[in-house]
């Protein structure tokens, strides 16, 4: 018996092959886009992981001079006095044109690290005295080795797979010449079982911070915005492909209606039925799963270079960029693709279930009625209230999420409602038999079409929404970019000293010296930065203060004030006229926030009196050089002949914002790349839904023909129909996309990043994404017009013949 | 003579022959009732006559017009203009109301005439279920719809397909006096298709179809 119903029950999708293939692809797309996410996310977290347990970081406390370097005899004396500690330097260095981190460690003292012992592509792990005598050795991923090897100045590379990506892990000696600081120490780490009786850190390095291993700059927190922004557009992806399911299985489900009538008949519980379609399609959603995770890893294997160069660009995270296969991975693609498609198909396996037997096995009661349109608009209008309240009620990033989620959502319930409306009206106004027909049957054809056009909704919305809040971000930031690089020339010199014979070089040459000298301080709010600036018009008249008090400037410049960036006052809540405690002694009054884009951090401004005060080891290494501008390539010049400076060194402030653009323009490649995919899976979706209607059409346009319509005629209204459609939903998500954007800007950046940015119009990029929907519409409605255009007559008089 | 059928010949795909030879004519304002065995080919050369298919062989002149060179665009004008239909499945456009289904083939012939459309929606019945949609009548409204929208056009021929297939007795004797009342009084000629004897034996001609051929 069970044998005999499984074969009714396939036999419909043998007859119905393209019905099979749509609603399999609908669960691939779904369950790849997601999985991709998902995978990138793992991976670029792993990474994370990988890189703290292969440098062991955050294990250990560690003590940090506000300056950023501490002094050698500082490092001797705590050695004397039984503090056990081991010396680290680290910094960047440009070689072989690639930016990379160094870090020297003294490996006689520091924990034991994974790379001294797992290596790979060498005869055997590096041998302790190699890497403590001349001229030492460089432990590097087999990728950085590779780049690197062309470089014979450098010591010989060990190839080791336990070092992060992008980074050289030596001796600290060799660190010490690498990057050109001899004698200096960046941290010392605090290593466990410290002997008793050893006197009070206060006593022998009262300057020295000590900053507790959990309190330390975790890379994994400063990205998890970044990682839930993904999360939240492959959800979104993953929905738009839900709706191919829901779609299909619905008209799978009201076809096989007569066939379910007959089995009940014939003596098979409804019961038995329930559980075999849920059988069936647990076997769907595996095989459209299984497609789908092969689509989302090569999907993420595509992507992941992309975010890898995002997330060491805007945070300086580690990140391979190749993907692996994990099997939680593919387990948890497989358990999205079964859950989304019974979250898709339960609406309908519940009718189904609820049928009685004497129903009729008519394939139009699938439509949504007008009271259930009506029931789907006051949904769909509670949720975007819901949204709309929480948004102004609930503070958090998940709270923005919801926020979108409920607006999105609501509005994609309410669309077939108002595009209802809309073609009624239209059909209202129309004048010729034809036009009033074309409204009248869009109207008809509304229902079965209306998931389609929702899932174009929500991608054309996340398109107009995600790109003005990329394009606004760029407008904003190119302006503030414009304002915050004025100098004409950035140096960086190689030490202390060095930076001051360049500042008594430059001196009498240039218009004004700027040194940009900073600390490292601890906040609650996480690490802050605090900035010196000396007294000039360069500041007063360019800094975009956001938030000020009267003569900001001019407190900050006499020692009373401080300025803060946007991100620490949103994260503590600080204002113009609040207090911000840098350290025991010195606490300012805020007298203004400036914007501060890119930097995940805190940050504040004081001056350079303030900050000597604070940290009066604070290195003099930077400086911005106002100069006039046609005298800049050659001081430039001038400046590398003079002291054996490198071309990074000294930048000219146009290399400057090439640089930053291009880190900014990268950080949106993964974004554009997933509102091109998920507007490709809407278009989709319209096909899908156009072609499973086919059979439905027949007996609409039929008769149409009869009366006097070439198929020609028919086939362009085909197409013109599907074309309105698409344009009708596309300027119903205008105002949606702009919301989205709106919350994206004011809500989900602010909880995210911490900077609230101004929100710019692009008419010409909505006139683009406009046209494209119209193509894609047209391309998508292309096949069922060819189809009707090479339709046998014989095809369309069946509809009128009496034994039909 | 308003319609000549000439030696049409029709086969289905695979080669079966449907139609051999079959010649008809039909004057204006005459009536022609089509009789057969089902799947004998009425309705086959009922929808060759409406220039909806096309033929193997032989000729159909219709107002002087000769269907065998038009193409697509040629018979749907033809269509469109000179010729009516009513089928056993009424074939009203769902999505229009009743009296945009009245009024729509006169509209599409640019003959639309408010007046006669009216008078026809009083004489039918219809003109208290204009604002309806064709899903919310009956069976013998929706035919009586279908033969107001072709006649609404005053055709010069008036195909029908067994117009009363699906209804009731009283409801297809009803349908039946409206149809001939109207096509008397406009002067269409009608060719009608049709099991039932009593029926034909209403109309000035009868012809019937039997393997492929007149008899």
Known sequence: MTFAIVQALLSHWRRHRLQLATLLIGIALATGLWSAVQAINAEARASYQRASDQLALGLYDTLRDPSGTIAVDRYVALRRAGWQVSAVLEGPVRIAGRTVQVMGVDMVTYPALPAMTQTEQSDAPPDPSDMLTAPGRLLATPELAEHLKSQTELPPIVVSDAVPPDLILTDIGVAETLLNRPRQISRLVILPDQPRGVPALSEIAPDLQRVEASAQLDTQRLTDSFHLNLTAFGLLSFAVGLFIVNGTVGLAFAQRRAMIRTLRALGVSMRRLVWMITAELTLLALIGGALGLVLGFFLAGALLPDVAATLRGLYGAPVDGQISLQPEWALAGLGMALGGTFLASGHALFRLSRMPILTGAGVQSWRSSTSGQRFSFLIGTALITGGFAIGYTVEGLVAGFAMVGGILTGAALVLPYFLTLALSVFQRRARGPVAQWVWADMQAQLPGLSLALMALLLALAANIGVGTMVSSFRLTFVGWLDQRLTSELYVTARDDQQGKEIAQWLGPQVDAILPIRNVELTHETGPLFLYGVVDHETYRDHWPLIASSDSAWDRVLTDQAVLINEQLARRADLWPGDMLTLNAEHTLTIAGVYSDYGNPTGQAIVSMQQLDLIAPGAETRQFGIRVSPERATELAQALRDRFDLSRQAVVQQAAVKAQSLAIFDNTFVVTSALNVLTLGVAGFAILTSLLTLWTQRLPQIAPVWALGLTRAQLARLELLRSVLLAALTAVLALPLGLVLAWALLAVINVQAFGWRLPMFLFPVDWAYLFVLTLLAAAVAAALPALRVLRLPPADLLRVFANER | ?215
């Open chain 2, 1 to 215: 003579m308003l319609l000549n059928i000439d030696k049409v010949q029709k086969s289905y795909p695979g080669g079966r022959p449907v139609l051999r030879d079959v010649s008809l004519t039909l004057d204006h304002g005459q009536t022609l009732a089509l009789t057969g065995e089902s799947g004998s080919g009425k309705s086959t050369l009922l929808n060759l006559a409406a220039a909806l298919d096309s033929f193997d062989g032989g000729e159909i002149t219709l107002d002087g017009t000769a269907l065998s060179p038009l193409d697509d665009r040629g018979r749907a004008a033809l269509r469109r203009q000179s010729v009516s239909l009513v089928f056993q499945q009424f074939n009203l456009i769902p999505s229009l109301t009743v009296g945009q289904n009245l009024s729509f083939h006169a509209r599409l012939a640019n003959r639309e005439d408010t007046g006669w459309s009216a008078q026809l929606a009083e004489r039918l019945g219809l003109a208290d279920l204009l604002t309806r949609y064709p899903e919310n009548l009956s069976g013998g409204q929706q035919q009586r719809v279908a033969i107001g929208r072709a006649m609404a056009v005053r055709p010069k021929l008036l195909l029908a397909d067994e117009p009363t297939g699906n209804l009731d007795e009283t409801a297809s004797a009803n349908v039946l006096d409206l149809m001939l009342s109207l096509v008397a009084e406009t002067g269409a000629a009608l060719l009608l298709v049709t099991h039932s004897q009593d029926i034909a034996a209403r109309l000035d001609r009868q012809a019937h179809l039997a393997g492929g051929h007149i008899v």
